[in-house]
């Protein structure tokens, strides 16, 4: 089992960056694939990126494509999302997700897109962009 701690929220303008950061515990991170989920209030939880167990392959929703970037350093234990360009309807509270279910090494570029395939999930950090 993987317990996963996200940080790097706060407040930012609209054209703004922020970095997010979510660490995990255990030795073996590498096994899993990663995705980061926000949900605004009222709004249902929605997907935004997701990274492969090697890192090479992500994929991104189509709001936040070319804005934002996922990334991960498997010898720290921790997965990224750059934030640029930030808009007011990027406010939300934004978690990161794991899952263990594409460990197969033949599925090391699979990435996962979908809340329902995800097995551990963070506490979320608040992000809040001000127009």
């Known amino acids: 089992q993987v317990q996963l701690v996200e940080s790097g929220g706060g407040l930012a303008q609209a054209g703004g960056s922020l970095r997010l950061s979510c660490a995990a515990s255990?030795?073996?991170?590498?096994?899993?694939?990663m995705g980061w989920f926000r949900q605004a209030p009222g709004k249902e939880r929605e997907f935004v990126a997701a990274i492969s167990r090697s890192g090479s392959s992500t994929d991104y929703a189509s709001s936040v494509r070319g804005r934002f970037t996922a990334s991960r350093d498997n010898a720290k234990n921790t997965v990224y999302l750059q934030m640029n360009s930030l808009k007011a309807e990027d406010t939300a509270v934004y978690y990161c997700?794991?899952?263990?279910?594409?460990?197969?090494?033949?599925?090391?570029?699979?990435?996962?897109?979908?809340?329902?395939?995800?097995?551990?999930w963070g506490q979320g950090t608040q992000v809040t962009v001000s127009s």
């Open positions: 255990g030795r073996t991170f590498s096994s899993y694939a």
């Open positions: 997700a794991a899952t263990l279910r594409y460990s197969s090494p033949i599925l090391k570029h699979f990435t996962a897109t979908s809340a329902n395939q995800y097995d551990y």
